[in-house]
């Protein structure tokens, strides 16, 4: 597997000792992040996973030897491998659903077909994957803001997502809990 923060991210990123930057394993070289991106494509990594690691701002806005190592990172997890690796022509989008869905869910043991037939519950993301933005902590729904790529063009865009055929999110935004009960109560 690797992260998200690791197809784009460099160890040049934690110069200055952001501990916003402060994973383990660490950052490495352009020539290690050509790599791993090089990795993926030709299939020896199989998965890319978030790490998602939220930490309270007292846990990274401190000295760096202090400092909790991991980020945030669902919300870009997309955006980051649509630019690092489909822009740049190294995966396709169906190499994508294989890497971010399909080899986890086996890795996990997930048993069951997921489909998108009529009367099947519908677990799926809508992207857009040409728009960009350049990524605030706006862009992160976690209580935690603890990311790195504040200030990084990041290409595409989740626009909608439904679980568990609820509607989860709607034009970018997360659908509040009595939203999503009322939708799927409508939809049915």
């Known amino acids: 597997e690797v992260t998200p923060h690791h ?11 952001d501990a916003h930057f402060k994973v383990n394993p660490p950052l490495r070289t352009q020539e290690d992040v ?12 199989d998965i890319v996973a978030t790490d998602h690691a939220p930490h309270p701002v007292e846990s990274k806005d401190c000295e760096w030897d202090h400092a909790a190592f991991g980020m945030v990172g669902l919300e870009s997890a997309l955006p980051i491998v649509n630019t690092t690796l489909v822009k740049t022509g190294l995966i396709s989008w ?3 659903a294989r890497i971010l869905s399909q080899t986890p869910a086996l890795i996990g043991s997930l048993t069951g077909e997921r489909s998108l037939s009529v009367g099947e519950v519908a677990d799926i993301a809508l992207f857009n ?6 990524w605030s902590t706006d862009d992160v729904v976690s209580r935690s803001k603890n990311t790195p790529f504040t200030g990084i063009e990041l290409f595409g865009a989740v626009e909608h997502t439904i679980r568990h055929g609820y509607l989860t ?12 009960r009322e939708s799927s109560v409508a939809s049915r």
């Open 34 to 45: 050509l790599a791993l991106r090089a990795a993926v494509a030709d299939g020896t990594i």
């Open 94 to 96: 169906g190499d994508v």
């Open 129 to 134: 994957p040409t728009v960009s933005r350049v």
């Open 7 to 17: 197809l784009l991210l460099t160890d040049e990123s934690a110069e200055n000792y």
């Open 169 to 180: 999110v709607h034009n970018g935004a997360v659908v509040a809990d009595d939203l999503v």
